[in-house]
């Protein structure tokens, strides 16, 4: 069985701060790690994703996130946030399918104030 | 071009009645999933289609609950006897080839059940 855990479920953060927001995960099977953010009555959109290669991935909007295996870990940062970046992030995983389904963490709402 | 389209956006049913949500995929999309995402919750999988093939329905969480796609393009949930458990937000992804593991997400269609 495949788990994805988001340790924090709100994150408050002031303006021009930097961020992190913590995901861990757990398979049996090679897996490909992404991170999802949901605006209000949006769908989730892609942050970034980690399929292989480089251990660091850059995404959108300033965006990064690390891949640990040894830690089973996938954390999300952001060097400096702004007011738009108030949203709730989900880490996801694919893995065991050829096909893509994700299995999704219960999310962190990030808020950040000025 | 157009993204992912969900219809309705919000359906409010009786506990007993029949639904049936809808999901317009981006076009030439092969693959299509369904979400099942409950409050403060994150999503979890229902099933998926290759073109108008189910290959997994392992998520659907009774048999109330069946979904189509018979021309490989719009899918849709349907859900029968609907029980108060049911409401959640339903999302649906596409992805253009299947095992590409970037799925475009629909705004979702937001089902209460009084």
């Known amino acids: 069985a495949q788990s994805v855990t988001q340790l924090d479920s709100q994150v408050p953060v002031f303006e021009e701060a930097p961020v992190e927001l913590r995901c861990n995960y757990s398979s049996s099977v090679s897996v490909y790690l992404f991170w999802y953010v949901q605006y209000p009555n949006q769908g989730l959109q892609l942050l970034l994703k980690?399929?292989?290669?480089?251990?660091l991935v850059k995404g959108i909007n300033g965006f990064e996130a690390e891949f640990n295996k040894s830690q089973t870990s996938f954390h999300l940062r952001k060097p400096s946030v702004h007011i738009s970046d108030t949203a709730e992030y989900f880490c996801a995983l694919a893995g065991g399918t050829s096909y893509g389904k994700l299995t999704f963490g219960q999310g962190t709402i990030l808020t950040v104030h000025p | 071009g157009a993204g992912v389209s969900q219809s309705p956006r919000y359906k409010v049913a009786k506990r007993g009645q029949d639904v049936a949500l809808r999901c317009d995929p981006i076009?030439?999309?092969?693959?299509l999933f369904w979400y099942q995402q409950a409050l403060g919750q994150g999503p979890e999988f229902l099933t998926y289609f290759q073109n108008e093939a189910q290959l997994d329905k392992s998520g659907l969480p009774s048999d109330r609950f069946f979904a189509e796609r018979p021309e490989g393009s719009v899918s849709t949930l349907k859900i029968q006897r609907t029980q108060q458990e049911d409401s959640a937000v339903y999302l649906c992804?596409?992805?253009?080839?299947?095992?590409?593991?970037?799925?475009?997400f629909g705004p979702g269609t937001r089902l209460t059940v009084t």
């Open positions: 076009s030439g999309h092969v693959s």
């Open positions: 980690y399929l292989s290669g480089s251990t």
């Open positions: 992804a596409s992805s253009p080839l299947a095992g590409t593991y970037e799925q475009y």
